[in-house]
């Protein structure tokens, strides 16, 4: 079974800095891109910042500049690191996964169940 698991959240300052990381288990084939997307009270999901296979980076206009997301292929994590947080930041951040769990069948989405990031102004 695939498992995406968050850590890292928690309240911080506006300004401040957190750094969230995401590690992926039950995966014996091949992890295509892995993302970070977020979820404010009130409004839809959206896409944070992704990177896939080919360490191609893709970051929503709010936050480039200030999130930068890295990942470890070999320890199949992803890591989003923030700086100057914003309240506007706050939200559920999840860890997506598009990956093939087994050499047979195809691609499919995972998520985790998210962390919570809280910025107070």
């Known amino acids: 079974q695939v498992y995406l698991k968050e850590s890292g959240g928690g309240l911080v300052q506006s300004g401040g800095s957190l750094r969230l990381s995401c590690a992926a288990s039950?995966?014996?084939?091949?992890?295509?891109?892995m993302a970070w997307y977020r979820q404010a009270p009130g409004k839809e999901r959206e896409l944070v910042a992704t990177r896939d296979n080919a360490d191609s980076t893709n970051y929503a206009d709010s936050v480039k500049g200030r999130f930068t997301v890295l990942r470890d292929t070999a320890q199949d994590t992803v890591t989003l690191q923030m700086t100057h947080l914003k309240p506007e930041d706050t939200a559920l951040y999840y860890c997506?996964?598009?990956?093939?769990?087994?050499?047979?069948?195809?691609?499919?989405?995972?998520w985790g169940r998210g962390t919570q990031v809280t910025v107070s102004s």
């Open positions: 039950g995966i014996n084939f091949k992890i295509y891109t």
């Open positions: 997506f996964a598009q990956a093939q769990a087994r050499s047979w069948g195809a691609p499919a989405a995972y």
